[in-house]
């Protein structure tokens, strides 16, 4: 049941999510400058740069994963990755609106695709231009989703103050 104080939970909870999308973004930064500076393609160093990008996109799909729990409650199971970034770009009549754009979700869709991959290499090296083509997509995404995240909260404030004067 959604009431004020479930609501005020979700916000807490999106807030620290959004804190990590920016430490994870920071640390992504840090190796990636680490690796400009040597121009190195040593699988240890790429390691870590996909460890990076793993992290940071792990943080958002948190993020959209309490979204989608708290107002859809029903995520399919063998797709249900792919599926939770699209559903954050819809607009749900009378439950929620879009979290994020389409073109903001296409972005996140390379990371979804390389974290896949990155998660399951234990037979296959890393291919450093793959690891640089995902790790391009990044870049300026974490300030491209501050908008989304303000405007979210914005909604939850306002639905939260509907649910305490009902």
């Known amino acids: 049941m959604r009431t004020a104080d479930?609501?005020?939970q979700l916000r807490a909870e999106l807030l620290q999510d959004f804190q990590f999308i920016q430490i994870n973004y920071q640390k992504n930064r840090h190796m990636t400058e680490r690796i400009l500076k040597v121009g190195s393609d040593d699988e240890f160093e790429l390691a870590a740069l996909g460890y990076t990008l793993h992290n940071l996109y792990s943080a958002w799909?948190?993020?959209f994963f309490r979204i989608a729990k708290f107002f859809e409650n029903n995520l399919?199971?063998?797709t249900w990755?792919?599926?939770?970034?699209h559903r954050m770009t819809l607009?749900?009549?009378g439950v929620r609106p879009a979290v994020i754009s389409i073109e903001f979700s296409s972005k996140l869709e390379?990371?979804?695709r390389f974290r896949h991959v990155f998660r399951n290499l234990y037979k296959t090296p890393l291919i450093p231009q793959k690891v640089y083509f995902a790790n391009s997509c990044v870049e300026?995404?974490?300030k491209e989703f501050?908008?989304?995240h303000d405007r979210f909260d914005a909604f939850l404030l306002e639905l939260k103050d509907h649910l305490g004067n009902a």
């Not at 990755?81 to 970034?85: D, I, N």
């Open 6 to 8: 479930t609501i005020e």
């Open 61 to 63: 799909e948190s993020y």
């Open 76 to 78: 399919e199971k063998t």
């Open 81 to 85: 990755h792919s599926s939770l970034l």
């Open 91 to 93: 607009d749900i009549q």
């Open 110 to 112: 390379e990371l979804l």
């Open 140 to 142: 300026g995404l974490t």
């Open 146 to 148: 501050i908008p989304f």
